[in-house]
């Protein structure tokens, strides 16, 4: 599941998880970690406005003038 949410949210990034439970990222660099969580750490440097990208995808649409 975590895949497919990184996919669409990253979609310049390929990632992957390998038979023996290496998480890898291929972009602009390629990233293998032990764990997602480390992957996602490592991610956050390459991509400074991931946080906001999250923001965007879970945070509702304001209002509009019709509502």
């Known amino acids: ?21 290496v998480w890898r990222a291929e972009g602009r ?7 997602a969580d480390v992957l996602l750490g490592v991610l956050a440097r390459w991509e400074p406005g991931a946080g906001e990208r999250i923001r965007r995808m879970f945070d509702p649409p304001a209002p509009g003038p019709d509502s």
């Open 1 to 21: 599941m975590l895949l497919l949410f990184l996919g669409r949210l990253f979609p310049e990034w390929r990632f992957a998880r390998d038979v023996n439970g």
């Open 29 to 35: 660099v390629l990233i293998s970690a032990s764990s």
